[in-house]
């Protein structure tokens, strides 16, 4: 098991810049594909980005693809996730997420995942 603890989050100006980290505790960091996913006041979790154990395969939800970038570190055990171009449709919480399932599963959304506890983007107009 992974315990994932997020950070980074805060208030920016729409056009603006983040970068999100998740530390993760334990010995298998490194077995685990990553993701971010992301839920705003009133709508259902929405998956963000995902990133395979080695780093070499990444994947993005539509409404990012071009904006946010997903890296990881695995002798940090830190993923992370760099935002531009920020848009007020951007405001959530971000959660970050491992899953020990195949890259197959993470690309069709049927990934099963533990989670960190989120923390607060905030986009202003």
């Known amino acids: 098991q992974v315990q994932l603890v997020e950070s980074g989050g805060g208030l920016v100006q729409a056009g603006g810049s983040l970068r999100l980290s998740c530390a993760a505790t334990?010995?298998?960091?490194?077995?685990?594909?990553m993701g971010w996913f992301r839920q705003a006041p009133g709508k259902d979790r929405e998956f963000v980005a995902a990133?395979?154990?080695?780093?070499?395969?990444?994947h993005y939800g539509d409404s990012v693809k071009g904006r946010f970038t997903i890296s990881r570190d695995n002798a940090k055990n830190t993923v992370y996730l760099q935002m531009n171009s920020l848009k007020p449709e951007d405001t959530a919480v971000y959660y970050c997420?491992?899953?020990?399932?195949?890259?197959?599963?993470?690309?069709?959304?049927?990934?099963?995942?533990?989670w960190g506890q989120g923390t607060q983007v905030t986009v202003s107009s």
């Open positions: 990133i395979n154990w080695r780093g070499a395969l990444t």
């Open positions: 997420a491992a899953t020990g399932s195949s890259w197959f599963q993470v690309t069709t959304r049927s990934a099963s995942y533990y």
């Open positions: 334990g010995r298998t960091f490194s077995s685990y594909a």
